[in-house]
C-alpha cells in the first residue's frame, strides 16, 4: 500500500519535472525565434521536411474524408429533403473540426514523430552535444527552425486538408448524386462565416500546431539516448499530440462557438 | 546548393499553394467572397411577417439569384418588417410591379425571398419600393388554420 | 601558467563516484595525454572541461577562466577556442563531409563561400579526406569519421583540442598520419593537445606528459620516460597491457566464485 501511494509519488513529481523542463525549453525555442529571421534558409529546409512531405498523406486524407461526408450527408440530408445542404454541412464540419483536427493527428503522426525520431537520434549520437562544443546552441540552430516550420506548415496543411475535402464532397454531391451545383456553393458560402467559421478553424491549427511541435521536439531532445528510449519518445510524441489536440479542441470549440 | 534551390521553389509552391486553399476558402467556401460584389443599387419591401428570414438571405427569380437581404428593419408606424434588398447591378431591367414572397428552402432550409416579374415597362430602380408582397408562411399558423377549418367542417 | 587547472574535482554520477580528488595541469603547447583503463571516466573528464557536465566539487579553469562561473554567452565564447574530438565523432547526419567541415566556419564568421572552400579543402587535404568531401556521414568508415571529425575540430583554429580516442579504429597507416599530425599541429600552430587514449604505443610517442586515472583518482603522472621507469605495479600493468595486476579487468563487484553460487538472482 505504502509502495503504491510512494510510486504514485514518484510519478507525480516526474511528471511535474517534465513539464517543468518542456515549459523551460519552449522558453529556450522562443528565444531562438528572432534570430531565425536573420537566417531564414533554415526554417525553409525545415518547412520542406516537416509541411511538404506530409503534403500527399494530407491531400489524400482530405479528398477521401470530404468524400465520405459528402456521401453519409447526402444519405442524411435526403430524408429531409435538405440535400441543397449539403454544402453547408461540409464546409462546416470541414473547416471548423475536421479540418484542424484531423490533419494536425495526420500532421503528429507524420511529421511529428519524424522530428522525435530524428532530434532523439541526434541527441544519442552525440551531434547536439558535439554543436554545444562547437559553441552552437543546438536549440537555437536545430530546435527553433523546426518549431517555426511547424508553426508555418500546420495551418497551410490544414487549409489544404478542407479546400481539398469540400472538392471531393462536391465531386460526390454534384457529380455522383446529383445535388444542385449552385445550391451547393450558394447555401455554403450563406452559412459559412468568414470569421467565426474559417478564422477560428485557421486559429485552432495555429494552436495545434504550436502544441504538437513543441511535443515532438521536446520529446527528441528529453529521450533516452538509446535506440529504445528513442522509439518510446516517438510513441509518446504521438500519444500525447492525439490528447492534446483533442482536449485543446474541446477547450477551444467551447471558447469560439459556445455562446452562439 | 543546387539541391538548396530546388527545395526553396518546392516549399514555395507549397506555402502558395496552402495560401490559395486559404484563398478558396475565403472567397468560395465562406461569405467573405459576397462583399465583393456589393455593388448595386437598393429596393424595399414592406412584409406583414417575415419569418425566420435573415439578413445576407438570398434574393431570386425564377431560381437565379439576383440579390441579397441588406438590412431587416421594423417599420414603426406600420409595425411591419421593412426589408432592405441589395440587388445585383447587372440586373438593372426588373419590372416596376415586381412581387416578393418569402419561401422556405426545403422543408427545414433557410429563408429567402422570390421575386416574380411583374408587367410594367419601367423597371425598378434605387430607393424604389417593391409594394406587392407575401409574408413568410409560419409553420404553426399554418398548422392552426389547417386544424380550424377542419373542427369548422366537422360540425 | 597552465591552460586548464583542475583542483580538487569531484563528480558523482548518481551514488557512484567518478572522480574524486583528481588535479591536474594541462600545459600550454604541449600535448598531455590522459590514460585510465575503460570506464574510468576519461570522456566524463573531458566533458566537465567542455563545460557540458558540472562537478560536484572543485574548479576547473581554461585560460585563467572557471569553465562553471562563466555566463552562458562566455562559455560559448571559450568554447569557439576549444576543439573536441568527440569518441564517435558526432558528424551531422544531415550535412556532407564538406558542410561538416564548414559547418563552424559558417556558423562562427562572415568568411565568403570561396575563402570557406579553401579553408575546408585544406583541413580536409590534412585528413587525407579531401576527395571524400561529398560524402554523407553515413557513407564513411568508423575511422574516416574520426578523421572529418578531426578536420572540423580544427576548422576554426582553436587554441586547444580534446582528442576523445583518436587512435581507435584506424589501420597503422592512418594511425601513424594521426600521430604526426598531431604532433605537426602542436609545433606548427601553437596548440594544446589532450589526448584520451588506452592505446599506450602511440600515446607515450606523442604525449609529452602522461596522466593516469583510476577508480577516481590520478595514479601517477610523468613524462613517458618517467612512467616506464616508475616502480609502481599498476603502471607496469597498463603500460605494459598485462592481464594480471592490480588493475582489475572486472567491473566492480561481488566475486565470480559467488555470483555462481546464488543461482536463485534471476530465477
Ligand atoms: N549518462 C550517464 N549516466 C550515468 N552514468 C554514466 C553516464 N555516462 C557515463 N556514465 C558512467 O560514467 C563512467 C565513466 O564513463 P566515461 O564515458 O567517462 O568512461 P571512459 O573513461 O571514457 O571509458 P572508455 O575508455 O570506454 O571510453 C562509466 O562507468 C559509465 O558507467
Ligand atoms: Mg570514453
Known amino acids: 500500500m505504502i509502495n503504491l501511494i510512494r510510486s504514485l509519488g514518484r510519478w507525480g513529481l516526474g511528471t511535474f519535472e517534465r513539464l517543468g523542463r518542456g515549459h523551460l525549453f519552449l522558453l529556450h525555442i522562443l528565444a531562438g525565434i528572432p534570430g531565425l529571421f536573420l537566417r531564414f534558409s533554415l526554417v525553409i529546409q525545415q518547412v520542406y521536411s516537416v509541411g511538404v512531405l506530409s503534403l500527399l498523406i494530407i491531400l489524400i486524407s482530405g479528398l477521401f474524408v470530404g468524400m465520405v461526408l459528402g456521401l453519409q450527408g447526402y444519405n442524411t440530408l435526403v430524408d429531409f429533403g435538405a440535400e441543397e445542404s449539403l454544402g453547408v454541412l461540409v464546409s462546416l464540419s470541414l473547416v471548423r473540426e475536421l479540418g484542424p483536427v484531423v490533419s494536425a493527428l495526420l500532421f503528429a503522426g507524420r511529421a511529428g514523430s519524424a522530428l522525435t525520431a530524428e532530434i532523439g537520434l541526434m541527441k544519442s549520437t552525440e551531434q547536439l552535444s558535439g554543436m554545444e562544443m562547437m559553441a552552437v546552441d543546438p536549440i537555437r540552430r536545430v530546435i527553433a527552425p523546426r518549431f517555426m516550420a511547424g508553426l508555418i506548415s500546420m495551418p497551410l496543411l490544414a487549409a489544404i486538408f478542407s479546400a481539398v475535402g469540400i472538392i471531393g464532397a462536391f465531386l460526390v454531391g454534384h457529380g455522383l448524386l446529383g445535388v444542385d451545383d449552385g445550391a451547393f456553393w450558394s447555401q455554403m458560402q450563406a452559412k459559412t462565416d468568414f470569421y467565426d467559421d474559417i478564422m477560428n478553424g485557421v486559429i485552432k491549427s495555429v494552436v495545434f500546431g504550436f502544441v504538437v511541435t513543441w511535443i515532438a521536439l521536446f520529446e527528441g531532445h528529453d529521450a533516452i539516448p538509446t535506440s529504445e528510449g528513442v522509439g518510446r519518445a516517438t510513441t509518446r510524441t504521438v500519444v500525447h499530440s492525439a490528447f492534446a489536440i483533442l482536449g485543446l479542441d474541446f477547450v477551444l470549440t467551447a471558447l469560439m462557438f459556445g455562446d452562439e | ?155 | 601558467m597552465p591552460l586548464i587547472k583542475i583542483r580538487d574535482l569531484h563528480f558523482y554520477r548518481g551514488n557512484r563516484a567518478i572522480f574524486e580528488g583528481v588535479n591536474i595541469d594541462i600545459e600550454r603547447g604541449k600535448v598531455t595525454a590522459i590514460m585510465g583503463p575503460s570506464g574510468t571516466g576519461k570522456t566524463t573528464l573531458l566533458k566537465l572541461i567542455g563545460g557540458q557536465l558540472r562537478p560536484d566539487k572543485g574548479t576547473i579553469e581554461v585560460d585563467g577562466q572557471n569553465v562553471h562561473k562563466l555566463s552562458r554567452s562566455d562559455l560559448y565564447e571559450l568554447r569557439k577556442r576549444m576543439g573536441m574530438l568527440f569518441q564517435s565523432g558526432a558528424l551531422l547526419t544531415d550535412l556532407t563531409v564538406y558542410d561538416n567541415v564548414a559547418f563552424p566556419l559558417r556558423e562562427h564568421t562572415n568568411l565568403p563561400e570561396s575563402m570557406i572552400r579553401d579553408l575546408v579543402l585544406m583541413k580536409l587535404q590534412a585528413v587525407g579526406l579531401r576527395n571524400a568531401r561529398n560524402l554523407q556521414p553515413a557513407e564513411l568508415s568508423g575511422g574516416m569519421a574520426r578523421r572529418v571529425a578531426l578536420a572540423r575540430a580544427v576548422a576554426l583554429e582553436p587554441m586547444m583540442i580534446m582528442y576523445d580516442e583518436p587512435f581507435t579504429g584506424q589501420d597503422p597507416i592512418s594511425m601513424g598520419t594521426l600521430v604526426n599530425l598531431i604532433h605537426r599541429m602542436n609545433d606548427a600552430m601553437g596548440l594544446t593537445s589532450i589526448v584520451v587514449s588506452h592505446d599506450v604505443a602511440e600515446t607515450a610517442e606523442i604525449a609529452d606528459y602522461i596522466y593516469l586515472l583510476s577508480g577516481g583518482k590520478i595514479i601517477e603522472h610523468g613524462s613517458p620516460v618517467q612512467l616506464r621507469r616508475s616502480g609502481s605495479q599498476w603502471v607496469q600493468q597498463f603500460m605494459q597491457g598485462l592481464p594480471d595486476g592490480p588493475v582489475p579487468f572486472h567491473y566492480a563487484g561481488p566475486d565470480f566464485d559467488e555470483d555462481l553460487l546464488k543461482p536463485e538472482e534471476y530465477a
Open chain 2, 1 to 155: 546548393m543546387m539541391q538548396n534551390k530546388s527545395t526553396e521553389i518546392i516549399v514555395g509552391m507549397f506555402v502558395a499553394a496552402g495560401i490559395a486553399a486559404l484563398f478558396m476558402l475565403a472567397m468560395k467556401v465562406s461569405n467573405l467572397g459576397d462583399f465583393t460584389d456589393e455593388a448595386g443599387y437598393q429596393v424595399t419591401a414592406e412584409f406583414e411577417n417575415i419569418g425566420g428570414l435573415k439578413v445576407r438571405a438570398p434574393v431570386t427569380m425564377a431560381g437565379v439569384r439576383v440579390g441579397r437581404v441588406s438590412s431587416i428593419n421594423l417599420d414603426p408606424t406600420t409595425y411591419n418588417a421593412e426589408v432592405t434588398i441589395n440587388m445585383y447591378s447587372q440586373f438593372d431591367n426588373i419590372p416596376y410591379d415586381t412581387s416578393a414572397s418569402i419561401y422556405t428552402a426545403g422543408l427545414l432550409g433557410e429563408q429567402y425571398i422570390g421575386l416574380v416579374a411583374g408587367a410594367e415597362e419601367e423597371f425598378l430602380q434605387d430607393g424604389d419600393v417593391i409594394d406587392l408582397t407575401q409574408p413568410a408562411l409560419v409553420l404553426e399558423q399554418v398548422i392552426g388554420q389547417f386544424l380550424y377549418s377542419k373542427a369548422e367542417g366537422e360540425e
